[in-house]
């Protein structure tokens, strides 16, 4: 297995980092959405919500579903960051450590063949903005990247470039929400919640 990442400081930081961008701009949303169950983190309160841990070719992979869908997909090489980051995104659920055979097949054979089909259902929840960023970013092509104004553009804010970082930052869906197709606009990778590492060997995986 690649090494990705130590379960560091530098790791930790970065996990906290980004989990207080999404607890500071999640508030409810009341618009529909037919691909995904959405809106605010804060009626979790009523949810429970399944997680499983498993080794990946991408390091340790949390999975996360309510009776709606999937909730999180993270990535670590620390399973105990992975768990204290669960909580902290979903502080008023149920959280019951149980079997989820169906989405660990499903997840791991799409991170190693991007070019099969995702169907299983999904349960996003965040702002309409954060919405309409993740839904652009499932259009990207499997083998192509945007950039972060493209994406802005494409969901009619050309000048939230800087808000649609922060959107793909919150993305509790690594993988089947592709934030990781997001590059600069001269092509360089920047950031990537789950290391730089990770989002380059998944771009290399879809060429």
């Known amino acids: 297995m690649v090494g990705w990442l130590d379960g560091s400081q530098a790791e930790r930081r970065n996990y ?7 607890l500071a701009t999640i508030q409810p949303s009341h618009h529909p959405n037919t691909c995904f169950s959405f809106s605010s983190s804060y ?14 070719s991408l390091g ?4 996360a579903a309510t009776e709606s869908g999937i909730c999180a997909i993270t990535l670590s090489d620390n399973p105990a960051l992975l768990k204290r980051d669960l909580r902290k995104r979903f502080p008023k659920a149920e959280l019951i450590n149980g079997e989820l055979q169906q989405e660990i097949k499903a997840i791991t054979t799409y991170a190693e063949r991007p ?13 309409a903005f954060q919405q309409s960023v993740w839904k652009a970013l499932r259009k990207i092509p499997v083998g192509k990247t945007a950039s972060y104004g493209d994406i802005a553009k494409k969901i009619g804010k050309p000048k939230a470039v800087r808000a649609v970082a922060q959107a793909c ?3 509790n869906i690594a ?8 590059v600069r606009t001269d092509g360089a990778l920047s950031g990537y919640r789950w290391g730089v590492k990770r989002k380059a060997e998944l771009l290399r995986r879809e060429r």
């Open 16 to 22: 906290d980092m980004n989990l207080a961008i999404c």
């Open 43 to 56: 009626t979790y309160c009523m949810a429970t919500i399944r997680y499983t841990i498993t080794q990946s």
């Open 60 to 63: 340790k992979m949390l999975i």
């Open 115 to 127: 070019t099969v089909t995702f169907d299983l259902p999904l349960d996003v929840r965040g702002t």
């Open 169 to 171: 930052g919150a993305n």
């Open 175 to 182: 993988v089947v929400i592709p934030c990781h197709r997001v």
